[in-house]
Structures are given as structure tokens and as C-alpha cells.
């Protein structure tokens, strides 16, 4: 499956954006994770076994929320109260190997992945 992520761009400290993701076809467990300039790439939220089920990273738990449109195979970040420690390349990803909350929150378990959208949080 191919992933399109949108919605990136510049934002003032405690701003909004809301970051989309869509899919070619039907995917198991999408999720999102960024990568910061300098830093590893680190989980930020992604569904679980289940739409009802989803995962937040402690940095962003609050302030960030994910949603999906099934209809459209799209997912969603809403991303408030950002700070410019969220500056970052948001990528998308899907098709979790493994069905257990270790696999969900580690990007290595996950088989496709979007291009990524940059996200600037700077005055």
C-alpha cells in the first residue's frame, strides 16, 4: 500500500495543524511517528487492535489527537497547543507486523510508510 501524508507547514507556539494521511487501499493499524532534526524517529500516536483503541506518546497526550475516515482510508493528527519541541517530520505508517501494544508503538514493526510532512513550530 502507498501513503500520502499532507498537511505539514509553519505554526506559531501554541497553534494547530491537522496532518492527513492517505492510504491506496485498506491497511491494518495505521499510525504516525516523527523524527526531529538530530534524533532518532520516536512514536507519536497510532490505533490499536481496534479504531476505538489508540496509543499516545506522553509528550504529546492532550494535545494531539488521531482519527480515521475508514470510507477513505485516511487518518488524521490533530495537533494543538504545539510547542516547537514538535518540530519534526511526521510520517505515517501501516501494516503492523504484530498485534501487541510493543509492536503498535515501534515503527520498526510497521511495513509501509509515507514520504513525511514537516512540520516548523517556531515565532
Known amino acids: 500500500v502507498q501513503l500520502q501524508a499532507s498537511g505539514g507547514g509553519l505554526v506559531l507556539p501554541g497553534g494547530s495543524l491537522r496532518l492527513s494521511c492517505a492510504a491506496s487501499?485498506?491497511?491494518?493499524?495505521m499510525g504516525w511517528f516523527r523524527q526531529a532534526p538530530g534524533k532518532e524517529r520516536e512514536f507519536v500516536a497510532v490505533f490499536g487492535r481496534s479504531d476505538s483503541t489508540k496509543y499516545y506518546a506522553r509528550s504529546v497526550r492532550g494535545r494531539f489527537t488521531i482519527s480515521r475516515d475508514n470510507a477513505k482510508n485516511t487518518i488524521y493528527l490533530q495537533t494543538n497547543s504545539q510547542e516547537p519541541e514538535d518540530t519534526a517530520v511526521y510520517y505515517c505508517a501501516a501494516d503492523v507486523r504484530c498485534t501487541i501494544y510493543t509492536c503498535f508503538v515501534d515503527g520498526q514493526y510497521y511495513d509501509s510508510w509515507g514520504q513525511g510532512t514537516l512540520v516548523t513550530v517556531s515565532s
Open positions: 487501499g485498506r491497511t491494518s493499524s
